[in-house]
């Protein structure tokens, strides 16, 4: 094999390489997506909570907090990080408990931390 | 690692875990501090404090055989389980066992349901499927039954109902153990049982017969510890075609003895669901009374009938109101809510409003918008309200403390209940009850004097004052008949020690049972107040 054909099949290993990580990491988006959707979305997505009160239980906790200069829905963050989120997951926060690996495995929650940090800036 | 069970040598302790290793997968044996810490209660009132119930290791099967082999195991080392449904049991103990070292048997893993009929209307379910999941089977297979659901939709039937929880929409469903019908149990020494119809092999008819023939044994695995429970059946309503509601107010404050008697009538009748008894005065959800009402409540002596009935006059509304809830034929419906105003215009100056009208299926964007969805059999989280930080409460706390006492379904209990509790808490210093609190409704033939105390996990005073409080009501409820429904594991061996007639008869034949049926003492030390043999009267 010359030097030619070396550098070309280093490319091509490359390329497929970081196609397949790039496709693992939509893959592993998609999961911290449905994730999110199981555990998360009941208190922390978009809707109406208690007798029509206008926001959901996490949703207007973060409303309270931010006071409008972050986002009050987790899903349009684009500050946290990943630190943050394995930590309010592992430890609660007020009145949001802790949540057990059968619940939020640790692979789920890497997921997770994917989903929700996919807008971040690099 | 931290924690050993009581009485167990640190060599048995070790051989126990190899061998739930070998049994259930060594990635399902949990034993690091950080993985067995999110075993704790969330909402301990002992939280960072000696006396908080923590558990030693935590074991996640995944089928009946697999919790067979840890109860079998845990005989031969004698080692305390305690199990768990989806372990979501806050302000009543969480995850956490009764007795400190106690390895959790988290039953989350095991999430099947097994069987939904729609058209003789029951479910059988593993511990691990939550109330969300099973209503999610329940759409997306189209099927023509509505579920029961308790306020949070992440527990777990099995685990709701053992530990006697409770919902929201008609009669009996609302009692979630009454409506359970067949277990499968394994019991202390391992083996498999199935109760009622489930002991005749092949029965047709497990999930709709609940006695089958002999005693009935069912009740002794609710808030129990004669085995765990693998499987339960569970009655489920027929979809009905609508739902309305209607909303009585009524003048007076005395005006609630015969409000409460009239709902009594309609909803023994089978015309009503579960009725939500308010006080227009203000409080709950809207935020604080305004500052007049908020002098008036706090008055060293109790505002009379004529100071509140004033007020509310003043301001021009009512002292109280009641949600009826009306489920069936559009027609009947209808008519059911004609029939209660008619009926009810008997307490002078009582005034009437219909509230909300669906018919059913309601599409998933409709669900989504309706306000009271527990009502209405769709799981939510919404009721995380009370106590979160929101725009109406800056201040949040770290969880609470549930304090559920039963008294009579009459007026007349309401007023006493208020007063004599209210006592107590003004003088404990903690803000809750009042002349405005009203009872939970959930059970079909009882109240519920429910007060939720504050808890910290920064602030040590808090929890003290909590449990003081707790501590303290519970004796002068039980002194005016009122027992607690459900108890945190804290406060187990307090409220079963109340229960105490004829020298404590009840929990003598319970130690008595146990003794037979677990020699050992291994499932759920503590739990419901019965102890085994080797920890009874110590303090655990």
Known sequence: MNRVMVTTLVILVAAVSRGALAQDHVQQQQRGRQVFQYWCVPCHGSGSGLMGIPYLPGTGALMAKYQGTLPALLEERTDMSPELIRTLVRNGITIMPFFRKTEVSDTDLDALVAYLTRNNKK | MALLPKDVSAADFSAALTKFETAIGQQWVFTRDEDVALYRDAYSPFWGEPDERLPSAAVAPDTVEQVQQIVRIANQHKIPLYPISTGKNLGYGGSAPNLSGSVVVDLKRMNRVLEVDDKRHFALVEPGVAYFDLYRHIQEKKLNVW??????????????SLDHGVGYTFGAFRDHFGSHCGMEVVLPNGEIMRTGMGALPGA???????????????????????????????????????????????????????????????EDSGLIGQPEYTSPLGGGLGGPPDRALAALLSK????????????????????????????????????????????????????????????????????AKVPHKVALGIPNMAIFMIGARSPLNPTPQDGHLWFAPVIPRTGEAIFEAQEAMSKVYREVGVNVGGPLQLPQTWHPRTFVMLVGFP????????????????????????????????????????IAGLYSYNNHALRRFAETLKDAVDPNGIIAAGRGGVWPRHLRGSKA
């Open chain 2, 300 to 367: 060293p002596q109790w505002p009379t009938d004529a100071e509140l009935d004033g007020y509310a006059q003043q301001k021009g509304v009512g002292v109280w109101s009641v949600t009826l809830q009306f489920y069936g034929p559009a027609k009947t419906v209808q008519a059911n809510w004609e029939y209660a105003k008619e009926r009810m215009s008997q307490i002078p100056g009582a005034q009437f409003r219909d509230g909300e009208r669906y018919r059913f299926p309601l599409s998933p964007e409709e669900a």
């Open chain 2, 455 to 494: 808890l910290s996990r920064s602030d040590p005073q808090i929890n003290k004052r909590s449990r003081e409080a707790f501590e303290r009501v519970a004796q002068v409820a039980a002194e005016h008949g009122w027992g607690e429904y459900r108890s945190p594991p804290a406060f187990a061996d307090l």
């Open chain 2, 204 to 266: 047709k008819s497990w999930q709709e017969y609940r006695y089958g023939f002999g005693p009935s044994v069912d009740g002794l695995f609710s808030q129990g510890n004669f085995g765990i429970v693998t499987k339960m059946g569970f009655w489920l309503l027929p979809q009905p075609e609508s739902y309305l509601s209607g909303i009585v107010t009524v003048p007076r404050r005395r005006d609630l003895i015969p409000l409460v008697e009239h709902v009594n009538y309609l």
């Open chain 2, 147 to 160: 579920i029961d659901c308790p306020d949070p939709g992440w527990g777990s039937p099995v685990g709701n």
